[in-house]
């Protein structure tokens, strides 16, 4: 027993078209399960903020293994030049001890010399040196000797190497200004 409901008789024509509909509906609805859901701007703040927050540790490592890394350079460039500025001074420190022994043992001799000097021969002699020199000069002789040397020089070369003399026995002399500078306005 076969029943028939109904029949439908179609052209081929539109047998076609309706199988290119159902083609192309078929195919719209694969294409529309490709594209991504319509995304608000709510879910992208909130997806943005989660990706911030789960790389944020990682980020904050990494800039701080960078920033250790340029400390390092710099306290490697800073050890380096401390050395450097430690062997110079270290240069420095025993050029400096030559210098003075070889000062003490020339101020020695040279004081020696006018020791024996007659007054009259070693006052144009103190007279053309620098003043400073005269008076560290006359400062080391006998008192007596001092006196007669500075009694054979002009008198106003004897009065700046005897205001050298006394200002260096000053205690409240500033030792940053010479005696030839003139003293500040007060």
Not at 5 to 29: C, K, N, Y
Not at 69 to 91: G, N, P, S
Not at 128 to 140: D, G, P, W
């Amino acid at each position: 027993m076969t029943e028939t409901l109904f029949t439908i008789s179609i052209s081929r024509r539109m047998a076609r078209r309706v199988l290119a509909a159902a083609a192309v509906l078929t195919l719209v609805g694969q294409v529309g399960a490709q594209q991504p859901a319509a995304v608000s701007e709510t879910s992208t703040s909130d997806e943005i903020q989660k990706f911030c927050t789960n790389i944020a540790d990682a980020a904050r490592d990494q800039r701080y293994l960078l920033q250790k890394q340029e400390l390092d350079k710099l306290q490697a460039d800073v050890d380096i030049r401390i050395k450097a500025l430690e062997e110079r001074t270290a240069e420095y420190q025993d050029w400096l001890k030559r210098r003075n022994d070889f000062l003490a043992r020339a101020q020695a001799g040279l004081v020696d010399i006018f020791k024996t000097m007659k007054p009259d021969a070693a006052a144009p002699q103190l007279a053309e040196m620098k003043l400073e020199i005269a008076a560290a000069i006359i400062m080391q002789l006998p008192a007596r000797q001092s006196a007669l040397f500075l009694s054979e020089m002009d008198p106003e070369k004897a009065g700046m190497i005897s205001t050298i003399i006394s200002s260096a026995t000053d205690p409240n002399t500033s030792k940053a200004r010479t005696p030839n500078t003139p003293k500040a306005p007060s």
